[in-house]
């Protein structure tokens, strides 16, 4: 062991600077946060979005079209996938409950069915919407429609 081997024992050094602590720890006055300014002041919190008093990027991008706040939006489900759950589970009816055991759908969303493919069960199906052709394929294969 020689003098370039000497390390202080473990926990015995502070890695933490402690700031504001009087004139003679060399970080008191100021305590680091520099002079005058909204940073040195206690409270200060920077908005989101905030580019030091420049024109924000959400602001200075134009904005184009109409964001229509009534929307209502479903999770669309298509004739073929209710088939496909029919044939595999062997089920009589649909309601989104089963659709969100099953994987179909996410929960707390409304259901839309849609006519894309083909159905050939006779199935019982409940839904928050459902499209014409959607309707009209469920009951012409003798099943029933249910809206919520």
Same mark, same amino acid.
């Given at each position: ?6 390390? @202080? ?11 504001? &602590? ?23 919190? =920077? +908005? @989101? ?7 924000? /990027?959400?602001?200075?991008? @134009? =904005?184009?079209? #109409?964001?229509? &706040?009534? &929307?209502? %939006?479903?999770? %669309?489900?298509?004739? *073929? ?9 062997? /089920?009589?009816? !649909? *309601?989104?409950? !089963?659709? !969100? ?5 996410? =929960? ?13 069960? +006779?199935? *019982?199906?409940?839904?928050?919407? #459902?499209? *014409?052709?959607? %309707? =009209?394929? !469920? ?10």
């Amino acid at each position: 062991m020689d003098l370039s081997n000497l390390k @202080p024992a473990k926990g015995s050094v502070r890695t933490r600077k402690r700031i504001g &602590r009087g004139e003679g720890s060399g970080s008191g006055d100021t305590a680091t946060r520099g002079h005058k300014g909204a940073k040195s002041r206690a409270g200060h919190s =920077k +908005k @989101p979005g905030f580019e030091g008093g420049q024109m924000p /990027l959400a602001r200075r991008v @134009p =904005k184009y079209g #109409f964001k229509n &706040r009534n &929307r209502v %939006a479903y999770q %669309a489900i298509n004739l *073929d996938a209710l088939q496909k759950l029919a044939d595999e589970k062997g /089920l009589l009816t !649909i *309601d989104p409950d !089963i659709l !969100i055991r099953n994987g179909l759908v996410s =929960k707390n969303e409304l259901v839309k069915v849609l006519g894309r493919g083909k159905l050939t069960a +006779k199935v *019982d199906v409940t839904a928050h919407a #459902f499209s *014409d052709t959607a %309707a =009209k394929a !469920i009951e012409a294969a003798g099943g029933s429609v249910n809206r919520l």
